[in-house]
């Protein structure tokens, strides 16, 4: 069982839940989805798709939440520290912040985003398409980290999308008090949640959290993933088709200016040799015309 309870994080800040163990959820959760539509410029065309949300209007919500979920203000409710993410779930975007007050730093703390790693039923996968889920989407959705969103009433969504691969999922209309309606394509998305904490929370916190600096950003992390020292520093962020190129990255930054100026160096002295040797034969030839005319001199009557 997870460990709930209430905390304050500062005199300006309402009190938000605290999870200090991964909250489990109900199995039966899974098929609470509330099923609309919506519609983007730049997405599908501008054509219309199914929309399958996590609804919060939904009478069986809240039984889905932590222990004293629906006490906490409305706009706190997807907030929780000092905090761990839920069971199976994927933390996305860990960093470290600071608060301010006056221009001076208040306080330092972590955050985090989570997104459901398991919540999806899909079958008709093709063997790459099983490939691409295992290795670039591990946690079945990701954070959206766009500025735009089809979804208003959400903060920051995390979502999956079903283009490629068919779903085997239903959802119900009018905040869950419709008939179920199959949903087979389009977009399945739920609030993230944010989670923070201090340094010295950390000791309180199962799993244990991976140390963060203001110059350390880890864009996905997964509870036992061990990370190398100095991984996810600024020339070792995810994404990067090569995670130990910080010595080429020197090289590249540092190494090739300096081959650069030693090559100009190089050219710039050939030059001046040239230019030299050709003075000296100039020079040369110039005394062997004057030696020549000079003797032609000697022997005129």
């Known amino acids: 069982m997870s460990s709930t309870s209430f905390t304050q994080t500062s005199t300006t800040t309402p009190d938000l839940l605290s999870l200090t163990t991964p909250f489990v959820q109900p199995s039966e959760c899974d098929s609470y989805w509330y099923l609309t539509s919506g519609s983007a410029e730049d997405y ?73 790693r398991c919540a999806l039923s899909i079958n008709q996968i093709t063997p790459l398409q099983q490939y691409y889920h295992a290795n670039e989407k591990p946690s079945g959705f990701s954070l959206w980290r766009r500025p735009e969103f089809l979804i208003p009433t959400m903060t920051n969504p995390c979502y ?94 540092i190494g090739v200016p300096i081959i650069g100026v030693a090559i100009i160096a190089a050219i710039v002295w050939c030059c001046i040799c040239c230019r030299r040797a050709r003075r000296k034969e100039k020079e040369k030839l110039a005394g062997l015309i004057a030696e020549r005319n000079r003797e032609t001199d000697s022997y005129k009557p």
């Open 44 to 116: 599908y065309h501008g054509t219309s798709f199914s929309v399958l949300v996590s609804d919060p209007a939904d009478k069986r919500f809240s039984s889905c939440q932590p222990s004293g979920w629906d006490n906490v203000a409305t706009e706190d409710r997807f907030s929780f520290s000092p905090a761990v993410c839920p069971s199976k779930w994927v933390y996305y975007d860990m960093a470290e912040a600071t608060s301010t007050s006056n221009g001076s730093i208040e306080a330092i703390y972590s955050t985090a985003y989570c997104c459901a």
């Open 160 to 253: 999956h999308e079903y283009i490629y691969e068919k779903a085997t999922l239903t959802g119900r209309p009018s905040h869950g008090t419709g008939s179920a309606e199959p949903f087979s394509s389009g977009i399945q998305a739920h609030e993230a949640w944010k989670i923070s904490w201090v340094s010295s929370d950390r000791k309180t916190l199962s799993p244990s959290l991976p140390t963060l600096t203001s110059s350390r950003l880890i864009p996905m992390w997964t509870p036992g993933k061990k990370l190398r020292p100095g991984e996810y520093t600024p020339y070792e962020r995810e994404g990067s088709d090569m995670p130990g190129w910080k010595p080429l990255m020197n090289f590249v930054m």
